[in-house]
Every structure is written in structure tokens, then in C-alpha cells.
């Protein structure tokens, strides 16, 4: 049997990547054994002392930190390395992404919004440390934006919430890991270091390695991990009188007067010796908090407003399971007399196989004739304090029926403003 020879008929089906040289090498200028492309790395530019010289060496300052490229190097080679030197992509490539106009379409932006300024969004300051090319000032915007929406949103469609609740609130709402969830939902990829040669559509950051921290501790070295732990920068300056003060306790006062928007403290720069690296979570969350400070600045208040109902208020959150009563009978309790509502009193409903190996009973809280609350249990005890449970989220938990929050009277036609209902608080213990 007569052998085949591929190559003669193989070329029109392969890519020109997976052809042979052998079969195009006519297609180019050069042979064969020049066009592999290597690895140009550009020179240093350093100041040597001469032999001989005793005074001391000088530094001439530059206008830019360009790297030394002779003129012999190809062109494609010249602007590679200039692009390498870039601690950004430049603005001008944000045109050419393919993954950057896939996300301005996905994201359903405005065409006035311009695609470079979502290139801006996706770079950290950890990346470029330029204000003027990087996405510190959108971020700023974006988190008080999405800390003030989400805050009338809350707090006027549950106005008796405890503060405590608020804070995990909005935490699952705007916070880092709900962000960052987002961002892949978004299909925003990170890129592994950043630089002006990467493709303007990912998101550039320089990652910490704080992931070795946790993969030490998990070993049984642990000398080895308190060392690494100790050679991290760290945080320091915060937004409390006496930080130096570490045992001092922080009450929901002074968490809702000194720290964030989610009761977390407010964390000073690092230090000045200390490598600019942030975690995924921040990164993404700044990216985030990013492009809502570009749709207001670009498309105004309606559309920040819109665009924060269709990604952050869109998404179901039940806040009736982050209640953690320690003591419900007791709050009951103190809340019936602050209310001046009669003292709660437990009552048997129904019960079925007291005798049996399962039983339930159904016990009612009443405070006079009226009905709190009702719960069930495999003892009269579970049944009394699910009850409990039940009448003080029925009573934080109330909702007028209409909501109506501060921002929708922003609109030149909306209706007069009308006050919402302020509560007393949550009952203290």
C-alpha cells in the first residue's frame, strides 16, 4: 500500500500556528531558523563610576522611567518593551478589547459612558499607583453611593431593625464578599500581574500572600507561621481615639460614631516600607464600587439609582435569619414593659404525643388577649422560646406598606417628601 504524504493537503486544513515551517517558510522573508521569537529583556540604564574616580556617584533624574531600547531592535520588539514598562494598559488600547466591550455590553451600560473610562474602573491603585489612571477616585464615589442607597433601603422598609442587624445587612448587600461574587458573576477575570502589555479587560491587581499565611498555620509549625505573620506589613492608624488600646470594648454606640458602614473598624494605609498589594476581595469591591461612581458621574442620579436596583436591591436576602437572640424570653420581656403592654404570659395551643418517643407541642406568648407569637417543639421549653423568638421578629421585622425612601424625592416631579417612622431602638439587655 502506497503511503500518504499529509503535508501536501494537511496545510489547507491546519492553522497557520499548527502548520509545519516547513510547509510556509515561503511566506516569509526570513528562513525558518529566524523566525522564532525570543525574549528580548531590556537593559538597566546604570551609572557606573570609572576606575580610578573617588567622588561620589549621582543620580540624574529622568522624565520617564522608559527603558533603554537601541535602535537596531525590530519594531514590534520596541513597543512590546515599552509596553512592559507601563505599570497600566494605556487608554489607548481599551478600543481593541474584545473582553472590555463584552462587559460594557453585558453590563448594559450607556454608549455615554465611555469604554475607557471601564478600563479605568478595572485598574487598582495597587497597580498603578496614579490617581489619574487608576480607580481610587471612582471607588470613593461608588462606596458612599452604595452605602447611602442601601441604607435608606433597609432602614425605611424596616425601620425597627436593631443595629446589629443593619450592619450584617448591609454587609450582604454591598459588602466585600458580595461584591466580589458580582464581579464573577459579571465574568470580570483578575490578571496574574499587572502591566501595560495585558488585555485592558481584566482587572488588574497585585495579589498579597496572605494565602501562605493561612496554608502555614494550618501546618504544625507553628513558629514558622507566627515568623511570615510577623514580616506582613502592618495596618496601622484608625479612625478611634487610643488605637493603641486593644482590649477596650467596641458597644453598637461607638461602632455606629467611629467605624464603617458595615461596624467593621476604618483601617489606616499601611506602612511606608511595605509592599502596595491588596486582597481579591478588596480589588473586586473597589472594581465594583467603581463603575456605580461612573454611571453617576457620566449618566446622573436616576441612572446610579437604577443601576444599583438592578445589581444590589434585585437580589433576595432574608434578614429574618440573621437574628441571634441570646435571651428571647428576657427581651420579650423588657420590650412588653417598655411598650406598656401587658407582661408576655406562655400558653399550651396543642400537643400531640406527650407520651410518645416524638413528641410536639405548639405554645402561644399572649400578652393579655393578644397573640405574639406561636412556635413549636419537641418540649414545652423549645416551643416557649421559638414563640419568643417569633414575637420579636414579628415585632422588628414590621414593614410599612409603602416604602418610600429620601433619594425618590430627588426627582424634579416626585412628590412631597413625607417623614418615615423613627422607632425607639432595640431593647437593651
Known amino acids: 500500500m502506497k503511503a500518504l504524504r499529509l503535508l501536501r493537503w494537511s496545510g489547507s486544513v491546519l492553522s497557520p500556528r499548527t502548520r509545519p515551517c516547513a510547509i510556509h517558510h515561503h511566506l516569509y522573508r526570513y528562513p525558518p531558523a529566524t523566525c522564532l521569537i525570543t525574549t528580548w529583556t531590556p537593559p538597566v540604564q546604570q551609572l557606573v563610576q570609572e576606575e580610578g574616580e573617588n567622588h561620589e556617584q549621582e543620580e540624574f533624574p529622568t522624565d520617564d522611567d522608559a527603558p533603554v531600547i537601541p535602535p537596531d531592535m525590530p519594531e514590534y520588539l520596541q513597543k512590546e518593551a515599552r509596553l512592559r514598562a507601563l505599570p497600566s494598559p494605556p487608554l489607548s488600547r481599551a478600543r481593541r478589547s474584545a473582553k472590555l466591550a463584552a462587559l460594557h455590553a453585558r453590563l448594559s451600560l450607556s454608549p455615554r459612558l465611555p469604554i475607557e473610562t471601564l478600563a479605568r474602573c478595572l485598574v487598582d491603585e495597587t497597580a498603578d499607583p496614579n490617581p489619574d489612571f487608576n480607580n481610587t477616585s471612582l471607588s470613593t464615589l461608588g462606596r458612599e453611593l452604595y452605602g447611602y442607597y442601601t441604607s435608606e433601603a433597609i432602614l425605611c422598609r424596616y425601620p425597627r431593625l436593631p443595629t446589629a442587624v443593619v450592619f450584617a445587612a448591609m454587609s450582604a448587600y454591598v459588602g466585600p464578599k458580595t461584591l466580589t461574587q458580582i464581579t464573577k458573576e459579571w465574568g470580570v477575570d483578575l490578571v496574574a500581574e499587572p502591566g501595560g502589555e495585558v488585555n485592558p479587560g481584566y482587572l488588574q491587581c497585585r495579589r498579597d500572600d496572605s494565602r501562605l499565611i493561612r496554608q502555614h498555620s494550618r501546618d504544625s509549625d507553628y513558629d514558622a507561621a507566627a515568623a511570615l505573620a510577623e514580616s506582613q506589613p502592618r495596618i496601622v492608624g484608625i479612625n478611634r481615639p487610643h488605637p493603641e488600646k486593644k482590649t477596650w470594648r467596641r458597644g453598637v454606640s461607638s461602632m455606629t460614631v467611629y467605624d464603617d458602614e458595615f461596624g467593621d473598624l476604618i483601617k489606616g494605609s499601611k506602612g511606608p516600607n511595605s509592599d502596595p498589594t491588596t486582597t481579591v476581595e478588596d480589588a473586586c469591591a473597589r472594581f465594583v464600587q467603581a463603575v456605580m461612581g461612573a454611571v453617576y458621574l457620566h ?131
Open 299 to 429: 449618566r446622573g442620579k436616576h441612572a446610579a439609582k437604577t443601576f444599583f436596583k438592578e445589581h444590589i436591591l434585585s437580589r433576595h436576602l432574608n434578614v429574618g435569619d440573621m437574628f441571634d437572640f441570646k435571651q428571647p424570653t428576657l427581651d420579650l420581656t423588657r420590650l412588653c414593659a417598655r411598650e406598656g403592654l401587658d407582661s408576655p404570659v406562655a400558653r399550651i395551643l396543642s400537643e400531640t404525643g406527650r407520651l410518645s418517643r416524638h413528641p410536639v407541642f405548639i405554645v402561644g406568648v399572649f400578652s393579655g388577649r393578644e397573640k405574639l407569637g406561636e412556635g413549636s417543639g419537641a418540649s414545652l421549653n423549645e416551643a416557649r422560646v421559638r414563640a419568643a423568638v417569633g414575637a420579636l421578629k414579628s415585632w422588628y421585622l414590621y414593614s410599612p406598606l409603602e416604602v418610600r425612601v429620601p433619594s425618590d424625592a430627588e426627582s424634579p416631579n416626585a412628590k412631597p417628601w413625607k417623614p418615615v417612622l423613627i422607632d425607639i431602638g432595640e431593647v437593651v439587655c
